[in-house]
Structures are given as structure tokens and as C-alpha cells.
């Protein structure tokens, strides 16, 4: 599976943003699909998370001004973004789980990151 990542930007505090990560390879073995971020000197941290079943789960910190959508006919998750912050200032990164059984044993593919910059 293969991951590609885009849509970042400099934008200014309240814009929105659209990422996109368009999946290719053997995308029928995807299970999940994530998007995390990562701000310089912090952790990576996971933003939200697309299940194949079309179930969703954000971070507390996002919810409400972020969604996570999928385009399963051409195998593209989104990212739309409002009301951004300077705090939103990261790397984004998605990541595709993969496998059988439990979450906690899939395998997960990683894209390239996409660097959203948001000025106050």
C-alpha cells in the first residue's frame, strides 16, 4: 500500500484546509484509514481515524471543526479543516491499517507528510 499525501499550505487563522491521501497498491486489505500531525518538539498525535465500516473517531481537540471523509471509489480520504488555529501548525501525516484480527496487530502504512502552516 502506498500513500500519498497533499493539500497543506500557509494559510491564515479561521481558513480552511483540505487534505487529501489518495491510497494505492492493495488498497482492498485497508481496514482503516488516519489522518496524525506532528508540531515541531511534540509528538506525533492522531487527529482522526476512518474506519472501512464508514465509523469515526477524532481527537477531543479537533472535533467539531475537523472531518474525516473517504472517497472509497477512488480509495482518497479527506481532511477538511475550519476554523484553524496557529496550534494547528504541523506536519500532517496519514496512515492506512491493514491485517486481520484486532486493531492493535494491523500493520499500518505511512505517507509523506503535507506541512500546514497557520499564521495568527
Known amino acids: 500500500v502506498q500513500l500519498q499525501a497533499s493539500g497543506g499550505g500557509s494559510v491564515q487563522a479561521g481558513d480552511s484546509l483540505t487534505l487529501s491521501c489518495a491510497a494505492s497498491?492493495?488498497?482492498?486489505?485497508?481496514?482503516?484509514m488516519a489522518w496524525f500531525r506532528q508540531a515541531p518538539g511534540r509528538q506525533r498525535e492522531e487527529v482522526a481515524t476512518i474506519y472501512k465500516t464508514g465509523g469515526t473517531k477524532y481527537a477531543d481537540s479537533m472535533q467539531g471543526r475537523f472531518t474525516i471523509s473517504r472517497d472509497n471509489a477512488n480509495d482518497t480520504m479527506y481532511l477538511q479543516m475550519n476554523s484553524l488555529k496557529p496550534e494547528d501548525t504541523a506536519v500532517y501525516y496519514c496512515n492506512a491499517g491493514t491485517g486481520a484480527g484486532r486493531e492493535s496487530a494491523w500493520y499500518y502504512y505511512w505517507g509523506q507528510g503535507t506541512q500546514v502552516t497557520v499564521s495568527s
Open positions: 497498491g492493495r488498497t482492498s486489505i485497508i481496514n482503516s
